[in-house]
C-alpha cells in the first residue's frame, strides 16, 4: 500500500465517549461507527504499520473548485523547487471557488523576486502537480511570519497577505 494523506481516525476503550453538554459537537466529531475524527492529517506506512501526523485537517486540506487539496503535497514540491528555501500553502477564502490555493515563499538568498520567479516555478508546478493544485498567489517574504512555538499560523496568513482573492 503506497501512504495517502487522510483524516486520522482513532478508537478503543480509553476514549472519551462525548463532549460535556455539547451534543451537535460530538456528533460532527465522531463516526456513526464509533470512530473519532481527531483533525490530524496521517500518512499510513505499510511497510511498518504506523502513522506519522503530517498536520491538521482545518488547514492543511483545502477545499477548492470540488476538490480537496493537501496543502502538505503541494509545500513538498514547491520545496523541491532550487530556489525556494521555505514556503507555506493555505486557502484564501473565495465564493466562487471556496478557497483559492495561495502560498507564501522565501527564496534561496541570492534570487531574484518572484516577478522573474513565479513564471518558472508555475513551470515547475506543472510537472509535478495537478493544474487545479498549483497556486494562484504566490507572495515573496523575508520571513515567513511563526508563532512562539516555531509553527506556521496558517489560519492568519489569509489575513496578512490577501484582502480578497483576485
Request: include cysteine; charge should be negative.
Amino acid at each position: 500500500m503506497i501512504p495517502q494523506d487522510g483524516e486520522l481516525q482513532v478508537r478503543g476503550p480509553t476514549l472519551f465517549k462525548a463532549y460535556w453538554n455539547r451534543p451537535d459537537e460530538t456528533q460532527s466529531e465522531w463516526t456513526t461507527d464509533g470512530w473519532f475524527k481527531t483533525g490530524d492529517v496521517a500518512e499510513y506506512n505499510a511497510t511498518f504499520a504506523s502513522y506519522r501526523i503530517l498536520g491538521r485537517a482545518s488547514v492543511d486540506i483545502l477545499k477548492s473548485a470540488g476538490y480537496k487539496v493537501s496543502a502538505l503535497e503541494i509545500e513538498r514540491v514547491i520545496l523541491e523547487h532550487p530556489q525556494v528555501r521555505e514556503c507555506a500553502v493555505y486557502g484564501v477564502p473565495d465564493d466562487t471557488w471556496g478557497q483559492i490555493v495561495a502560498s507564501v515563499v522565501r527564496l534561496d538568498a541570492g534570487t531574484s523576486g518572484i516577478e522573474q520567479l513565479e513564471p518558472l516555478l508555475v513551470e515547475f508546478l506543472k510537472l509535478n502537480l495537478a493544474k487545479y493544485k498549483i497556486p494562484r498567489i504566490f507572495h515573496v517574504v523575508d520571513a515567513i511570519p511563526k508563532n512562539a512555538m516555531g509553527k506556521v499560523n496558517k489560519k492568519s496568513l489569509p489575513a496578512l497577505f490577501d484582502v480578497q482573492a483576485p
